[in-house]
């Protein structure tokens, strides 16, 4: 099974942005939704954003406000725009079919929020 690939991650300072993209599989677009996530270290993978194939989209709590989410059904990409980040937004960030990740996970993309 093809992996999506993500990219775009780094590191910058608390009150920074960072654009992450997906570069997924074509038959990934065939579910209705799509999510980033994020894993820190000794804790679970959390779903924090995910988009319908109609545009519409939700995040967790934690990043509402400051994360978009966006696709592009024509060229196979999910992207992630991250504003005003924090220290707590600190983790390794991936991209899959959401809320269920069917999809073998990527590498993922590191992101450091940090002074």
């Known amino acids: 099974q093809v992996q999506p690939v993500e990219s775009g991650g780094g590191l910058v300072q608390p009150g920074g942005s960072l654009r992450l993209s997906c570069a997924a599989p074509?038959?990934?677009?065939?579910?209705?939704?799509l999510g980033w996530y994020r894993q820190v270290p000794g804790k679970q993978r959390e779903l924090v954003a995910q988009?319908?194939?109609?545009?519409?989209?939700n995040y967790a709590g934690s990043v509402k406000g400051r994360f978009t989410i966006a696709r592009d059904n024509a060229k196979n990409t999910v992207n992630l725009q991250m504003d005003t980040l924090r220290p707590e937004d600190t983790a390794v960030y991936y991209c899959?079919?959401?809320?269920?990740?069917?999809?073998?996970w990527g590498q993922g993309t590191q992101v450091t929020v940090s002074s």
């Open positions: 988009i319908t194939n109609t545009g519409a989209a």
């Open positions: 899959n079919t959401a809320p269920l990740a069917f999809y073998t």
């Open positions: 074509g038959s990934m677009f065939n579910f209705d939704a």
